[in-house]
Nanobody, 120 residues
Framework: QVQLVESGGGLVQAGGSLRLSCAAS????????MGWYRQASGKQRELVAI???????NSADSVKGRFTISRDNAKNTVYLQMNSLKPEDTAVYYC??????????????WGQGTQVTVSS
């Protein structure tokens, strides 16, 4: 019913930038909070940044000042602008969204993940 499709991952050199996108589609009534998570090899998944339906954002200390989360409600899309990338940012990045479908059932949905690799 609801799918999250991610794009924008890839290989970039340290200091470079990438912009991740995640579009929610399907039987959507509303998209509420959205977030980006990442999981590096051998590590647990961690929260990178979140944005509420009202546009309030928060991010992990490790990415503050470098990453910016934003959203386009008309497109049901969340973005993660990543600047000044470091090798330690290398991970699979997962999109998450709290979605209410047209049956008024609400839950978190996950994207399939997109690989971000930062070379030194």
């Amino acid at each position: 019913q609801v799918q999250l499709v991610e794009s924008g991952g890839g290989l970039v050199q340290a200091g470079g930038s990438l912009r991740l996108s995640c579009a929610a589609s399907g039987s959507i009534f509303s998209v509420d909070a959205m977030g980006w998570y990442r999981q590096a090899s051998g590590k647990q998944r961690e929260l990178v940044a979140i944005i509420t339906s009202g546009g309030v954002t928060n991010s992990a200390d490790s990415v503050k000042g470098r990453f910016t989360i934003s959203r386009d409600n008309a497109k049901n899309t969340v973005y993660l602008q990543m600047n000044s990338l470091k090798p330690e940012d290398t991970a699979v990045y997962y999109c998450n969204a709290y979605v209410t479908n047209r049956s008024y059932f609400s839950r978190n949905y996950w994207g399939q993940g997109t690989q971000v690799t930062v070379s030194s």
